[in-house]
């Protein structure tokens, strides 16, 4: 039987929401404040659920500690104190935290292959947040 571990991170970092392919008026309309020309900040949320097989020997789904150098390698280090607009993911896509939440997805989709990564859960604030799983 299959078992899960999720585990939650906290980055701050500041965005500004602005599509290239949309005109100044329209990206005001579509964002409102989240358009304003000096960006915001948020302190996000980000859980990572990930699942396999309970390791006979350990007990575990998951070594922990690899996990935790894995996000702070792949992720914490990339956007904790950062500027998103600046992330080269981020180039070509509005970094929404829909778009945040893919990117982590995508940058911790292999990174421990004792395990499959299942869920990542975005937070913005207190009462949004975003779900990125392999359910599709
Ligand atoms: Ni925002």
Known sequence: MKAYFGRR???SASHRLNADTLSVEENRAVYGKCNNAHGHGHNYV???LVGGEVNAATGMVVDLVALDRAVGERILDRFDHANLNL???FR???PT???LCKAVFDLLRNALPEVELEHVRVEETENNFFECSTRG
């Open 9 to 11: 991170y906290t980055i």
């Open 46 to 48: 980000i859980e990572v």
């Open 87 to 89: 992330d080269p993911l």
């Open 92 to 94: 070509d896509r509005v």
């Open 97 to 99: 935290t829909e778009n």
